[in-house]
């Protein structure tokens, strides 16, 4: 026997016999992208009952579907409203197979809400995908999880971003080596400028300086290889080494993420001198650079490809880890909340790209350079740039005849927390370089914390196939 309580407008089941709800969460509805986690150990009884349920109720407060996921029989189940009381009659059912959720095993469920589907992940891997009916397209009105039986439940609640970020923080980020700023000097063969060789009338060239050999350990390049490089410079554009296997990137930097496409391409990491052929272009002193095929490339699902790139964020995923503890290769941090660095800020760019507008692609320094900028408030971006500026996913900013230009693409903006440095911008775009009417453009990374997560924790791209992409009725 079953009793219905109300409570708040919000349905909510309890048993009157045999069963007993162990957990419960009220949502105010989910939006895209919302995570919710249930975590914890099947029950040791064969027979033990354990269900986690997500309703989706209409606005007449009418329950139009019930996920669930039955622990002890090893399945997920769909049930369906089949008339406009809401009664459940309509049922398929998703078998797991063995041993996916077994007595005695803990385990981590995770719902993604979508517009148009649910998604379930055991233990970070995608298994099912609901695609929503009609009646059912509403994810708004998602309001309660259950638990039901008597696995035991460690936690079961709805992920934040300080959730999110905390689980794909690299440990160490954005630290040097024992803790002390390498200590190696600009070497000589690297270019150096004369006072103001850099500077019109109108600050039209970027005005960056020789980085020293270690002082950026989580810079990379992304770059042809040589036998699909048709100059002697293959640098494409820059990236920032957030965790021993990813990347971060910019989604423009990428016309194509075909295999055959990806095979052309390496990650230099611990990289100094940007050139190929030449004595020191891999000193030990000043570099520790291995190339890196890639595994995969993450474009940001809503990038939108034109002149002012929209969701300019990518993540490749390295075909080999890399060891992030030694002098010349390291993991940046992550930024931790959308306010950790404000208007007015000093910050540092790098890259090896063009220190002119008009450079060509073999003029580029060969050395690591770097420039301070600071970000500018939104009044000045969109004056530069009107409504082709979104202040919600980009910011803007510049320095005194400082900026990044082409080649520099995808490479870090990166401010400073204490001794950590933050990846807090990727260089998406602008207009010419150094052109002190336009500051350069770039992804605001802090709003995409719940994407890096999906992409790099929950991988459903990878795993391609759920166990059960299709229930049975």
Same mark, same amino acid.
């Given at each position: 026997?079953?009793?219905?309580? !109300?409570?708040?407008?919000?349905?909510?089941?309890?048993?009157?016999?045999?069963?007993?709800?162990?957990?419960?969460?009220?949502?105010?509805?989910?939006?895209?992208?919302?995570?919710?986690?249930?975590?914890?150990?099947?029950?040791?009884?064969?027979?033990?009952?354990?269900?986690?349920?997500?309703?989706?109720?209409?606005?007449?407060?009418?329950?139009?579907?019930?996920?669930?996921?039955?622990?002890?029989?090893?399945?997920?189940?769909?049930?369906?409203?089949? #008339?406009?009381?809401?009664?459940?009659?309509?049922?398929?059912?998703?078998?797991?197979?063995?041993?996916?959720?077994?007595?005695?095993?803990? %385990?981590?469920?995770?719902?993604?809400?979508?517009?148009?589907?649910?998604?379930?992940?055991?233990?970070?891997?995608?298994? %099912?995908?609901?695609?929503?009916?009609?009646?059912? +397209?509403?994810?708004?009105?998602?309001?309660?999880?259950?638990?039901?039986?008597?696995?035991?439940?460690?936690?079961?609640?709805?992920?934040?971003?300080?959730?999110?970020?905390?689980?794909?923080?690299?440990?160490? @980020?954005?630290?040097?080596?024992?803790?002390?700023?390498?200590?190696?000097?600009?070497?000589?063969?690297?270019?150096?400028?004369?006072?103001?060789?850099?500077?019109?009338? #109108?600050?039209?060239?970027?005005?960056?300086?020789?980085?020293?050999?270690?002082?950026?350990?989580?810079?990379?390049?992304?770059?042809?290889?040589?036998?699909?490089?048709?100059?002697?410079?293959?640098?494409?554009?820059?990236?920032?080494?957030?965790?021993?296997? !990813?990347?971060?990137?910019?989604? +423009? @930097?990428?016309?194509?993420?075909?295999?055959?496409?990806?095979?052309?391409?390496?990650?230099?990491?611990?990289?100094?001198?940007?050139?190929?052929?030449?004595?020191?272009?891999?000193?030990?002193?000043?570099?520790?650079?291995?190339?890196?095929?890639?595994?995969?490339?993450?474009?940001?699902?809503?990038?939108?490809?034109?002149?002012?790139?929209?969701? #300019?964020?990518?993540?490749?995923?390295?075909?080999?880890?890399?060891?992030?503890?030694?002098?010349?290769?390291?993991?940046? @941090?992550?930024?931790?909340?959308?306010?950790?660095?404000?208007?007015?800020?000093?910050?540092?760019?790098?890259? !090896?790209?063009?220190?002119?507008?008009?450079?060509?692609?073999?003029?580029?320094?060969?050395?690591?350079?770097?420039?301070?900028?600071?970000?500018?408030?939104?009044?000045?971006? +969109?004056?530069?740039?009107?409504?082709?500026?979104?202040?919600?996913?980009?910011?803007?900013?510049?320095?005194?005849?400082? #900026?990044?230009?082409?080649?520099?693409?995808?490479?870090?903006?990166? @401010?400073?927390?204490?001794?950590?440095?933050?990846? !807090?911008?990727?260089?998406?775009?602008?207009?010419?370089?150094?052109?002190?009417? $336009?500051?350069?453009?770039?992804?605001?990374?802090?709003?995409?914390?719940?994407?890096?997560?999906?992409?790099?924790?929950?991988?459903?791209?990878?795993?391609?196939?759920?166990?059960?992409? $299709?229930?049975?009725?």
């Amino acid at each position: 026997m079953i009793c219905w309580l !109300w409570t708040l407008s919000i349905l909510i089941y309890a048993s009157c016999a045999q069963h007993q709800v162990n957990s419960a969460i009220n949502l105010d509805g989910l939006v895209t992208n919302d995570l919710t986690e249930w975590t914890g150990k099947i029950s040791n009884l064969r027979k033990a009952a354990s269900i986690r349920f997500i309703s989706l109720i209409d606005s007449r407060q009418y329950i139009v579907m019930n996920l669930e996921i039955h622990g002890f029989r090893n399945r997920i189940a769909i049930n369906r409203a089949s #008339d406009k009381y809401g009664r459940m009659t309509r049922r398929s059912y998703c078998n797991l197979g063995k041993q996916i959720i077994a007595p005695n095993k803990t %385990f981590s469920f995770i719902i993604r809400a979508l517009r148009d589907s649910l998604e379930v992940y055991l233990n970070g891997k995608l298994i %099912f995908n609901h695609l929503l009916t009609k009646s059912e +397209h509403k994810i708004s009105f998602i309001k309660t999880i259950r638990v039901y039986g008597s696995a035991r439940t460690t936690s079961l609640t709805k992920l934040t971003d300080d959730d999110l970020f905390s689980r794909i923080q690299q440990e160490g @980020c954005g630290q040097y080596q024992n803790g002390a700023e390498p200590n190696i000097d600009v070497p000589n063969f690297c270019p150096r400028r004369t006072p103001r060789q850099d500077q019109s009338a #109108d600050c039209r060239i970027i005005g960056g300086s020789n980085a020293k050999p270690g002082i950026f350990p989580w810079q990379v390049s992304i770059r042809r290889k040589p036998e699909y490089s048709s100059t002697d410079n293959p640098h494409l554009c820059g990236g920032t080494l957030v965790g021993s296997c !990813w990347v971060v990137t910019a989604a +423009h @930097c990428f016309l194509s993420t075909s295999s055959s496409a990806l095979k052309r391409l390496v990650v230099r990491v611990g990289d100094f001198y940007n050139r190929e052929g030449f004595t020191y272009s891999a000193d030990p002193r000043y570099e520790n650079s291995q190339d890196i095929e890639l595994m995969a490339v993450y474009i940001h699902d809503e990038f939108q490809s034109r002149e002012a790139a929209l969701n #300019d964020v990518a993540l490749i995923r390295l075909k080999t880890c890399v060891k992030t503890d030694g002098t010349f290769v390291r993991a940046a @941090c992550l930024p931790r909340r959308a306010s950790q660095f404000l208007t007015g800020e000093e910050c540092v760019v790098t890259g !090896w790209g063009a220190s002119n507008y008009t450079q060509y692609v073999n003029q580029y320094p060969p050395c690591l350079q770097k420039a301070k900028v600071i970000i500018q408030q939104y009044r000045t971006c +969109h004056t530069a740039y009107g409504d082709d500026y979104d202040p919600h996913v980009m910011m803007c900013a510049s320095g005194e005849c400082t #900026d990044t230009c082409q080649g520099d693409s995808g490479g870090p903006l990166m @401010c400073f927390d204490g001794e950590k440095t933050v990846l !807090w911008g990727i260089t998406s775009w602008g207009v010419k370089c150094g052109f002190s009417a $336009k500051p350069g453009v770039y992804t605001r990374l802090s709003r995409y914390i719940r994407w890096l997560y999906m992409v790099m924790e929950l991988q459903p791209k990878i795993n391609k196939h759920p166990v059960c992409p $299709k229930p049975r009725f």
